[in-house]
């Protein structure tokens, strides 16, 4: 019922900076917490962060932390990743995830998220 489209991914350079969104429709009314995850060739799906979005606590995985910031606009019912000093080893295909209900736990793990957006390819050069 939560359809999620991502926008924003692209080549930059080492260093730079990109920022990711991803506009949530459907059934939203529940959302307990929007999160970030990557996949690179030949790679498990790894999390990059997320934000819970009644209060917009987020937290991050120690390899971003610094340098990735998540943020929302709720009457957008939008997330974002801004992402910045960009590195080879960040290039990857992103996807945004949506959680529906409350969990006692962080939600660290593709398993803990109901809905998926299509992925946006990322590519950091040298």
């Known amino acids: 019922q939560v359809q999620l489209v991502e926008s924003g991914g692209g080549l930059v350079q080492a260093g730079g900076s990109l920022r990711l969104s991803c506009a949530a429709s459907g059934r939203t009314f529940s959302t307990y917490a929007m999160g970030w995850f990557r996949q690179a060739p030949g790679k498990e799906r790894e999390f990059v962060g997320a934000?819970?979005?009644?209060?917009?606590?987020?937290y991050y995985t120690d390899s971003v932390k610094g340098r990735f910031t998540i943020s929302r606009d709720n009457a957008k019912n939008t997330a974002y990743l801004q992402m910045n000093s960009l590195k080879p080893e960040d290039t990857a295909v992103y996807y945004c995830?949506?959680?529906?209900?409350?969990?006692?736990?962080?939600?660290?793990?593709?398993?803990?998220?109901?809905?998926w957006g299509q992925g946006t390819q990322v590519t950091v050069s040298s």
């Open positions: 934000i819970k979005w009644r209060s917009a606590f987020t």
């Open positions: 995830a949506f959680r529906r209900s409350y969990i006692s736990e962080l939600p660290i793990l593709p398993a803990s998220y109901d809905d």
